[in-house]
């Protein structure tokens, strides 16, 4: 059973930081592109980085580029974001999301932890 | 950015309706459009991806259509289980992007 379990959210002060981990399992970490999804309380879904299953590709949407840092361990099956410089807007819940590369949709969701930024 | 915008936002239906929610893409994203459904307090489930090809285990009362710029999914006969919220999102150019969601309420 494929199974995506974050941790590492919690209450943040603005301009601090978190690093944020994705435990996976149940499957072949590294045949899969992975990626994080964000959603602030009572909003909508926004995606925000993903990674190729060997690391060497990245991307980010523009709110979080130079501040977030997606990375991964094949051998520890776990998915990583370090986040920085964090500010009132990235409060949200912050899943941990599999991309199956032959369909291009994020096909398995972990929970979710929830990031707060506030003094 | 491409901008996915849904209709309706908010969507009141009965038990057996048949229900349709259209997403647009600002420009043509061939048939890169998937659909997921979220309920309160969990993770969002694929429903849908490639626009009209139903992910393992997803009931066939969903369906999805379109291509370019116009997208539907459609639930034949509302069931309880299905009141929640409907999201599409695009997967042909970076950023991705989400629609805003389209509630489903109970009538």
């Known amino acids: 059973e494929v199974q995506l379990v974050e941790s590492g959210g919690g209450l943040v002060q603005p301009g601090g930081s978190l690093r944020l981990s994705c435990a996976a399992s149940g499957f072949t970490f590294s045949n899969y592109w992975m990626s994080w999804v964000r959603q602030a309380p009572g909003k909508g879904l926004e995606w925000v980085a993903n990674i190729k299953q060997d690391g060497t590709e990245k991307y980010y949407v523009d709110s979080v580029k130079g501040r977030f840092t997606i990375t991964r361990d094949n051998a520890k099956n776990s998915l990583y974001l370090q986040m920085y410089s964090l500010r009132a807007e990235d409060t949200a819940v912050y899943y941990c999301?599999?991309?199956?590369?032959?369909?291009?949709?994020?096909?398995?969701w972990g929970p979710g932890t929830l990031v707060t930024v506030s003094s | 950015d491409i901008q996915m915008t849904q209709s309706p936002s908010t969507l009141s239906a009965s038990v057996g309706d048949r229900v349709t929610i259209t997403c647009r893409a600002s420009q043509s994203i061939s048939s890169w459009l998937a659909w997921y459904q979220q309920k309160p307090g969990k993770a969002p489930k694929l429903l849908i991806y490639k626009a009209s090809s139903l992910e393992s285990g997803v009931p066939s009362r969903f369906s999805g259509s379109g291509s370019g710029t116009e997208f539907t999914l459609t639930i034949s006969s509302l069931q309880p289980d299905d009141f929640a919220t409907y999201y599409c999102q695009q997967y042909n150019y970076y950023p991705l992007t989400f629609g805003g969601g389209t509630k489903v309420e109970i009538k």
């Open positions: 999301a599999r991309t199956d590369a032959s369909i291009w949709s994020f096909d398995y």
